[in-house]
């Protein structure tokens, strides 16, 4: 064999080796085609997905957003009338120590006049949102509703009274 069919087989046999590789990385590029076509199939519907859950959430979320601001109105109304409450039951937390009056009773002057300083609180409120409430008589004059229920009563607390205030001034802190 001569030198040049030597390099003719040589050849050969690289370019039979050469087209193997090609045709193995044209399988292989089809196949990364066909994987990359897959995978964009699977990106698309993923993202169909996504936009579909997004639809459904969004007013869930709409949704739950409206009922915590119902909630935090609720709450802060719930609040007020805690406190407006808190004025409707002041004659009567307030009335038995008022009626002892200080230093009677084991009532001490702090305790009745937090009770008379509640009372006025209680009126200022009353006279300021509801003038014609009934609630406003009974932190007014505390002792309205015995005038009409025990008069004798009435006047022997007052006369009571008179005693002690004119033994001693009361000053009331203003508030």
Do not use: C, W
Not at 12 to 26: I, R, V, Y
Not at 68 to 74: D, L, P, V, Y
Not at 124 to 150: C, G, H, W
Request: charged fraction near 25%.
């Amino acid at each position: 064999m001569n030198l040049v069919e030597e390099k003719k087989v040589e050849i050969s046999t690289k370019l039979e080796k050469e087209q193997a590789n090609l045709h193995l990385l044209q399988e292989r590029l089809a196949k990364s085609a066909q994987i990359t076509k897959g995978i964009g199939h699977i990106l698309n519907t993923f993202e169909q997905r996504l936009s579909r859950l997004e639809d459904t959430i969004l007013p869930v979320y709409n949704d739950t957003e409206n009922l915590e601001k119902a909630r935090s109105n609720i709450d802060h109304t719930l609040q007020l009338l805690d406190n407006v409450i808190n004025y409707y039951e002041v004659s009567s937390e307030v009335e038995n120590i008022i009626e002892k009056g200080p230093g009677e009773g084991g009532i001490d002057l702090d305790t009745y006049l937090n009770a008379l300083n509640r009372l006025a609180s209680a009126q200022k409120y009353f006279e300021k949102n509801i003038p014609q409430s009934m609630e406003l008589i009974n932190v007014a004059d505390p002792e309205a509703r015995e005038t009409i229920a025990f008069p004798t009563h009435r006047a022997s607390k007052s006369r009571r009274m008179n005693r002690i205030t004119s033994d001693s001034f009361i000053l009331l802190p203003q508030g």
